[in-house]
């Protein structure tokens, strides 16, 4: 009998915790395991918004308890910001104005010239912040 868990269903029980607002289950294993960052851009790709809302959460709680991981999930939201739809972008654009960092502001620049106007209203709003 096999016990593994593929990464298909962890993503999908990650993102399920997320939007029943088991934010610090989440929070503990991405403590634990950093390739849980690489995965944040096809999260935050899922048409629940308390899924998305519960991926900020996470973000913020990171930033402010285990800020030194942070910097892995930026490939990930870089490619959900070049490909996927307005709101996971939108999202993307959020979720790197939370991390913060040179690089992930400069990722959050690159979106100015978004084709969705909300898009480029939250890059705005993200940058008014480290002006």
Do not use: C
Request: charged share 30%.
């Amino acid at each position: 009998m096999k016990d593994e868990v593929s990464d298909e269903e962890l993503k999908k029980v990650i993102a399920d915790f997320l939007e029943m607002g088991y934010v610090e289950n989440i929070f503990e294993m991405f403590k634990r395991e950093p390739l849980y960052y690489d995965w944040v851009g096809e999260i935050l790709d899922d048409e629940r918004f308390a899924v998305r809302l519960g991926v900020s959460v996470l973000f913020e709680e990171l930033k402010f308890h285990h800020p030194q991981d942070l910097s892995l999930a930026i490939p990930s939201l870089l490619k959900a910001l070049a490909s996927g739809p307005p709101h996971v972008r939108g999202e993307a654009v959020s979720v790197l104005g939370i991390i913060g960092t040179a690089e992930a502001l400069a990722g959050v620049r690159r979106a100015l010239d978004d084709a969705s106007p909300q898009v480029v209203e939250i890059v705005k709003d993200v940058l008014e912040e480290f002006a």
